[in-house]
């Protein structure tokens, strides 16, 4: 396929932002029929090249050439009438309407002005049957699971006589038979001869689908390399610029004396907690200085336990006691004053305010602790703020930044930040390492083993079954809203056994009866 | 691997959704009718309906420009003011002498040029439609006033025809000829909304405008349009109101856009945007004619009691509407 001419290709690119350079002399190609991972830590420049490309951003140098012509796209629509057409990570569909409707909004087919909904609704199903997909298009959107969404929005994007698509992180809220369903498409649209630009954090992915890999670091090309020749240990080094024991590091640590912990006082305890709806009665024990992994499928209700956890909602049956002492959660008020933190798994829309600074937004929760009437005094504020950006490594390291300019994993470490400066005894982080890159993810890992090391009690929530193992003391395994199992993590637990608990809901050493 | 099917819940619970409030609000309007009917001889008469249209003509053509304005998630404070100003430069021209087919097109260039500024403001400054649109209405009402402080009779032979023109059957019921314009708005307003591109922008912005965008949809254009719109209702209402009261006057029409706005909830049409129809507006101005209707009817009751009835029936109907769970965001 390399021996074809590229579709794309962009030659030194530079763009900056204030306070920020984004990019700087970035080349990139792209050859028909070929699956194209771009690779880079967050914040290396990859969203920022994609929306360069698409012209949702001017460029401020370098060229991009399609085809054979020089272009300069003015915004998304006129990129995809090109040809190059974008699925993003948060999928960017209309909810309110019908399927077929988002399929064809902006070119729907017309006569005399009118828009013909028969037509659309046929040549909607026709387009979703070429994905294999069997669903109502006059439903709405939002009726549908986000796997669907992603394929309705990929379905938009082909419809178009795409020649370049891209995905921008489209498998980081999938569970993996729907990955394996989006991989079919890809694979088929690739055979088609569409170039796919690939962006995922996940490295499985990468050497499952990519035929080419373009590593960016800190908004610099770092190279283009045939996946076949460059191993996976080679990719995380040049994506991270440096060698990379820290994980290993983390492995050394885990699977920590479970007794030790367990001898001295519960932090936590709650018998037979449930929600109607949300998660069936559970009890779970957490000590101080303990890490317990909640593991399960996407909507096996693990999030509604830590909201459970945090008084977000209230529980309907049930006991809780916190340092021995019992009453409920009745909202996250109390638990903030107990001594919880809860970094949610929906950062954007549940976590941080875009438009306040890094340092805004990191103090919000500990000014919150002490009231409004007493604030923290600056320099105060400057001290916390700087050694925890020192301490998680968030780049920008500049205090003043609106939080929004950040790429998604510093974002996330802001967000743990805030938790940290209340210095809670139990913290409840919920897929804090989602559609983060493997620089970060480590750092934050290493994080939760300090913090525990430090006597610090963690909920660990992560879709990634190796995270929660090396992490954990105990793994509390959820399935259809049901606290199926709690496993103590010695050396006779690992992947299989938890994978064969999900599925098998067997081992109900703790659920109820 | 094979077909995929992966539908989410019954098909029964999710596709009337869409069409719950709208038909919430029939069966009010129908409930209200029948009360009438019960316990009013001459409410049964169907001239009662025809009045309810009469009366309230102007304020159907407005809601439907507020329709598009609310489909988006936005709101037009400044569509009383905007009425009152357009009879009232209606009326001072006339006045004048200038011939009715002139001071019928200069009357309604006003209405959309204020709304396309304020669009505009809007849009590229990204200021609140709230703020913008009360700085409207404290325009529009000062311009009122400027004019002239005292009512403008309109004794022009066109205003006093269209004023005065019944159309009707042999019984003796009629209609004005206001109600076919308004009528006439709310068809042209329905089908824009239903099958042309702005129309389907209007629903997609109210419902995700940061997706609309990067779908490559016009929102600068359509969010523009839907004020340019709504000034234009608001003009062709403040018409039908000079017709109507076949006069100008600076202090008429107060807290109109208050009683648009009820309307056009009551009708269906969810505050934050994208999802609503003309026809729930249809029905929304109608409860509100209804209630007044039957409050005269009544005769002891103060008019005031139509304000209490409103507000009891809006509160109602957004907690209805959060109960539904229409809230896509």
């Not at chain 1, 830590?41 to 969203?47: D, F, I, Q, R, V």
């Not at chain 1, 309407?97 to 026709?126: D, H, K, M, T, Y």
């Not at chain 1, 890809?186 to 962006?199: K, P, S, Y």
């Not at chain 2, 098909?11 to 009013?40: C, D, E, F, N």
């Amino acid at each position: 396929m390399t021996d074809s001419r590229p579709v794309l290709t962009m030659t030194g690119i530079s763009k900056s932002f204030p306070g920020v350079r984004a990019l700087h002399n970035v080349d990139f190609r792209l050859f028909p029929g070929e699956v194209h991972a771009l690779m880079g830590e967050n914040g290396a420049g990859k969203s920022t090249l994609i929306k360069v490309l698409t012209g949702v951003y001017g460029i401020d140098e370098g060229t991009i050439t399609l085809g054979e012509e020089q272009v300069a796209f003015n915004g998304p629509m006129q990129a995809s009438a090109a040809g190059v057409s974008t699925v993003y990570q948060e999928v960017n569909l209309c909810p309110n309407l019908s399927v077929a409707e988002n399929i064809f909004i902006g070119r729907e087919p017309r006569r005399f002005g009118a828009v013909r909904w028969g037509e659309v609704r046929r040549r909607a199903r026709q387009l979703l049957a070429r994905l294999d997909l069997d669903i109502d298009v006059t439903a709405p959107v939002a009726s549908y699971s986000l796997a669907v969404q992603q394929m309705v929005a990929i379905a938009r994007a082909i419809d178009v006589q795409a020649r370049v698509l891209i995905l921008d992180e489209p498998t980081s809220s999938l569970d993996a038979g729907e990955v394996e369903q989006l991989f079919r498409i890809m694979r088929q649209l690739r055979d088609e001869g569409i170039a796919i630009l690939f962006v995922t954090h996940f490295l499985d992915q990468v050497y499952g689908m990519a035929d080419r890999i373009t590593v960016l670091r800190n908004g610099t090309l770092v190279g283009e390399y045939p996946t076949a020749e460059l191993p996976q240990l080679a990719l995380v080094e040049k994506m991270i610029g440096k060698e990379l024991d820290v994980l290993e590091g983390i492995e050394e640590h885990s699977r920590r004396d479970l007794a030790a912990l367990e001898g001295g006082t519960p932090f936590m305890e709650v018998s037979q907690l449930g929600r109607k709806g949300a998660v069936a009665p559970f009890s779970l024990t957490i000590h101080a200085g303990e890490v317990v992994g909640l593991a399960g499928l996407l909507g096996s209700g693990r999030t509604e336990v830590a909201r459970l956890f945090f008084g977000a909602d209230r529980a309907d049956r049930g006991e809780v006691a916190v340092s021995g002492k019992p009453g409920g959660l009745r909202n996250p008020v109390q638990a903030i004053e107990r001594g919880i933190g809860f970094c949610s798994e929906n950062r954007r829309a549940e976590g941080i305010i875009p438009d306040l600074t890094v340092r805004e937004n990191m103090i919000l929760a500990m000014q919150a602790s002490r009231g409004w009437l007493r604030p923290i005094p600056r320099r105060r504020q400057d001290e916390l703020v700087e050694q925890y950006i020192k301490a998680l490594s968030i780049r920008p390291a500049n205090p003043d930044v609106p939080v929004r300019n950040l790429s998604g994993g510093n974002q996330q470490k802001v967000l743990l930040a805030r938790w940290l400066i209340t210095e809670p005894r139990l913290l409840i982080l919920d897929e804090p390492t989602r559609g983060i890159d493997v620089g970060a993810k480590a750092e934050i890992q290493k994080l939760v083993v300090q913090l525990s090391d430090g006597g610090m009690a963690v909920l660990f929530i992560s879709a990634e079954l190796e995270e929660v193992l090396r992490l954990s003391h105990k793994v509390a395994v959820m399935r259809d809203r049901e606290m199926v199992a709690q496993l103590n993590n010695d050396d006779t637990v690992n992947a299989d056994r938890v994978m064969q608990t999900i599925a098998s809901g067997s081992q109900r050493e703790e659920a109820d009866k | 691997m094979t077909t995929t099917s992966l539908t989410t819940g019954p098909s029964w619970a999710r596709l009337p959704r869409r069409h719950v409030p709208v038909l919430v609000t029939l069966a009010l309007l129908l409930v209200m009718y029948g009360i009438g009917v019960s316990q009013y001889r001459a409410f049964s008469n169907i001239q009662v309906i025809f009045n309810v249209f009469i009366d309230n003509g102007f304020l159907l053509v407005v809601a439907v420009g507020m329709t598009f304005v609310i489909l988006t998630g936005g709101i037009d404070l400044s569509v009383g003011s905007v009425v009152a100003m357009t009879a009232m430069v209606s009326a001072w021209l006339l006045q004048s002498g200038l011939p009715a087919l002139v001071v019928l097109v200069i009357a309604l260039l006003i209405g959309p040029t204020l709304g396309f500024l304020m669009g505009c403001a809007i849009h590229f400054f990204d200021l609140q439609p709230f703020i913008v649109t009360l700085a409207g209405m404290f325009f529009a009402r000062g311009m009122c006033t400027f004019i002239s402080d005292a009512s403008i009779p309109i004794t022009d032979g066109f205003w006093t025809t269209m004023s005065q023109y019944r159309i009707g059957d042999p019984r003796g019921n009629f209609v004005s000829i206001s109600v076919l314009i308004a009528f006439a708005v709310v068809l042209v307003a329905a089908y824009v909304l239903s099958y042309t591109r702005l129309g389907r922008n209007v629903y997609a912005i109210g419902g995700n405008p940061q997706s609309a965008l990067l779908m490559g949809l016009p929102v600068a254009r359509t969010r523009i349009a839907v004020y340019t719109i709504s000034g234009l209702c608001s003009a062709i209402g403040g018409i039908l109101l000079s017709f109507y009261t076949l006069s100008g006057a600076p202090l008429i029409a107060v807290g109109m856009e208050l009683d648009v706005i009820a309307a056009v909830v009551i009708g269906g049409t969810v505050l934050t945007g994208g999802s609503g129809y003309i026809f729930g507006t249809v029905l929304g101005v109608l409860v509100l004619g209804v209630i007044q209707t039957l409050i005269t009817f009544d005769g002891s009751l103060n008019s005031w009691w139509t304000k209490i009835v409103i507000g009891g029936l809006l509160f109602a109907f957004i907690l209805f509407q959060r109960l539904i769970g229409i809230r896509y965001k």
